[in-house]
């Protein structure tokens, strides 16, 4: 047996969370296949198979913590050349059968299921997954399955549950049991509304007044320490300003098609700003400083972190030498971080380091918010929705798009005089986008 251990990844980074099994008990598995997706305090990290073989025994179960080099599940090696024999599904378990001693799996094995037409398929219950349907008494054959291979995910049972108990065929989604079985209220009620982990704690069997108690993930963790030390260690403060978006949405309405055709890439509005903020950054390079110790570090560089929604919250991955990239790599170089952090595939790396933020709230709706600095960076760009509002422009009352900015700002190194000038050549160079390539 090969042991399969947590492996370092990343510095100082000493525990991690166990985010969800890709392999189940007994599957094959091919040398560099992905096990098990960890959640550290910065990123989601896949572990790869060192060897081909059969995974025996997990372990450690979603949800659960362990330490870096610790065991958290065995693999057998093929002999050499092997190949792995074919699969035999076996047909899906219902309540009722589950009673009878030799029906019960091993509570962290994988079972397979049919399909949702009744046929049998080449599907699969994870753990987490089996341990909701058997709590809720649902038929797995009738929840389609939407995980990898086919395996059905605890994801797909809420999802079930959530579009069913609602309607007259909730009824029905229960398998045929010996006796009856009637679910605790509450624990549907929660399972219809949220997840229901194993570690969750039910505090009260009111139908309207449940609570759960889940566990903290890493990353959440280290988000909620990190803005703790933010707001105990440095002097934060916010200025804001708005900005006319017409001339930066003419630019990009003219120029879009060709862009996207040329590079691509969509050209967004995120570049202009990260142009603009490099900009501002070179003007007043306290902004772009930080503190260590007694001292002060200026950078000659810009390595500005951009806000992105991944799928398991909010990441910052970091944009390197901004000053050196344009407007094409900007925007390639975002998208790809996007379509990283919905797979929860950013990297450790990937987040370190960074001079300077810029969070996009407008995107969720946000008309006005004061961002936090991440330290030990000194500054914070929060952009904000564009709306359509009066203003007064060469002495007529017009209609534009404007846009709320704000800069929250480390007051021991920022003065307030900076700030507000940082802000307003963001002002301007986004209002008058040319001076982007005239460096005036």
């Given amino acids: 047996m090969i042991e399969v251990t ?10 991690v969370q166990i985010g969800q099994w890709l392999k189940a008990e007994g599957d094959w598995v091919n040398q560099g296949e992905d096990l098990v997706e960890i959640e550290t305090e910065k990123a989601s990290v896949q572990i790869p198979a060192t060897t081909s073989g059969y995974l025996r025994q997990h372990l450690k179960q ?7 080099g610790e065991v958290i599940a065995m693999l057998e090696p093929a002999d050499a050349g092997s190949a792995p024999p074919p699969r035999e599904p076996t047909p899906a378990t219902s309540p009722a059968a589950k009673s009878a001693p030799s029906a019960v799996a091993p509570p962290t094995a994988a079972a397979p299921v049919a399909a949702a037409d009744g046929k049998q398929g080449d599907a699969f219950v994870m753990p987490a997954a089996q341990r909701l349907i058997d709590d809720l008494q649902l038929d797995a054959s009738r929840i389609p399955a939407t995980g990898p291979g086919g395996r059905l995910l605890k994801e797909d049972v809420q999802r079930f549950v959530a579009s069913t108990t609602s309607g007259p ?19 549907r009620t929660i ?6 982990a194993p570690e969750t704690t039910l505090l009260s069997n009111s139908l309207h007044r449940s609570e759960e108690l889940k566990p903290m993930s890493m990353m959440r963790r280290t988000i909620a320490a990190r803005l703790v030390q933010a707001q105990q260690t440095a ?14 949405m003419a630019l990009r309405n003219k120029y879009r098609d060709a862009f996207a055709q040329k590079h691509g890439v969509k050209l967004g509005f995120m570049s202009f700003f990260a142009k603009a903020a490099v900009e501002a950054l070179r003007r007043f390079p306290a902004v772009n400083a930080e503190i260590r110790g007694s001292h002060i570090a200026y950078r000659n560089y810009q390595d500005i972190g951009i806000a992105i929604g991944g799928g398991k919250g909010l990441v910052v991955p970091i944009l390197r030498n901004v000053e050196r990239l344009s407007f094409a790599d900007i925007e390639r170089q975002i998208s790809d971080y996007a379509v990283a952090a919905g797979d929860n595939r950013i990297q450790p790396q990937d987040l370190e380091g960074g001079t300077f933020t810029i969070s996009n709230g407008g995107i969720y709706g946000s008309l006005l918010s004061t961002p936090i600095v991440n330290p030990p960076q000194s500054g914070i760009l929060g952009l904000h929705s564009i709306q359509e509002r009066p203003i007064a ?4 009352v017009v209609i534009r798009p404007m846009m709320y900015l704000a800069l929250t700002y480390d007051h021991r190194i920022v003065d307030g005089r900076e700030a507000v000038s940082f ?14 390539f005239l460096e005036v």
């Avoid at 979603?62 to 870096?68: G, P, T, W």
């Fill in 393 to 396: 422009l060469n002495g007529q």
């Fill in 191 to 196: 399972s219809a509304v949220g997840e229901l």
């Fill in 235 to 248: 002097a934060l403060l916010t200025t804001f300003n708005e900005v006319d978006m017409q001339p930066v």
């Fill in 62 to 68: 979603a949800e659960e913590f362990a330490v870096v």
């Fill in 423 to 436: 802000l307003k050549t963001i002002k301007d160079v986004i209002e008058d986008p040319a001076r982007l």
């Fill in 169 to 187: 065929a909730a009824a029905s989604t229960r398998a045929p049991a010996a006796a009856p079985v009637t679910p605790d209220p509450a624990l």
């Fill in 6 to 15: 947590v492996p370092e990844v990343g510095e100082s980074i000493t525990e």
